[in-house]
């Protein structure tokens, strides 16, 4: 199905060649650490069972490429019996996480199952945080602009300001990805990634969703 043009006054500045690139890779590197981390998810997703009641995964539409909806996958870290719309504390007292779940969101292991999103092609390694579809009318021509790439599993936003960053530097951070977007930035951006995830970071950072779930009609997850 073809998706009409945004209408953004973002451009997309990476060479043609690289985007060709970056998808093949994604989905070949994806496949692999997928493999990979199989054991791993599979130990998780038992683990999440036995925690507490309730499916392993967590499922939910995103907006992908161009705004074409996707089903995003998560480990799920609250229980099932619970409000996923309510309020997030501004602190590590949220008692809609499970104990393990609080743990996968530090370490963001959470995010493990969002690579059978990467293999089939509907993410990227790198690139802006999926977010809910109801969100997209909420944004300017500009904010818009982020949608001209598939959506990632890290980004610049995720590296920069953790913990501090409003909505709107997120979703700025995002545009200036796209208008970026080069073999350099996406090295650079797994690495600052990895040592966040070793230095391990605040649950309760300022997430996209937190300032307009409630009237979006989506999660605050």
């Known amino acids: 199905m073809r998706t009409p043009p945004l209408d953004t006054p973002v451009r997309l500045n990476a060479l043609a060649s690289y985007l060709r690139l970056k998808a093949r890779l994604d989905r070949y590197v994806g496949l692999v650490l ?28 995103r907006a ?25 504390p501004q602190s590590g007292q949220d008692p809609r996480l499970t ?22 092609g509907e993410m990227s390694l790198v690139g802006p945080r999926p977010l809910y579809v109801q969100q997209v ?11 001209l790439v598939r959506p990632g599993l890290t980004g610049l936003a995720q590296v920069h300001g953790r913990g501090s960053a409003t909505l709107e530097d997120k979703l700025e951070w ?42 979006s009609g989506a999660p605050a997850t």
């Open 34 to 61: 997928l493999l990979l981390a199989a054991p791993l998810m599979l130990l998780l997703a038992c683990c999440i069972r036995r925690d507490s009641p309730g499916p392993a995964l967590f499922r939910q539409a």
């Open 137 to 147: 009318a909420e944004w300017d021509a500009r904010q818009r602009g982020r949608l």
């Open 99 to 120: 104990r393990l779940g609080r743990w996968l969101r530090e370490t963001s292991l959470d995010e493990l199952p969002q690579l059978i999103n990467v293999v089939r």
């Open 174 to 215: 995002d545009v200036r990805y796209v208008e970026s977007v080069s073999l350099r930035t996406d090295l650079m951006i797994l690495w600052q990634t990895l040592r966040n995830v070793r230095a391990g970071g605040d649950i309760y950072e300022v997430r996209y969703s937190q300032a307009r779930a409630r009237r």
């Open 64 to 88: 992908g490429l161009h705004g074409r909806p996707f089903t995003c996958y998560k480990f799920r870290t609250m229980r099932a019996d619970v409000d996923p719309y309510g309020d997030s």
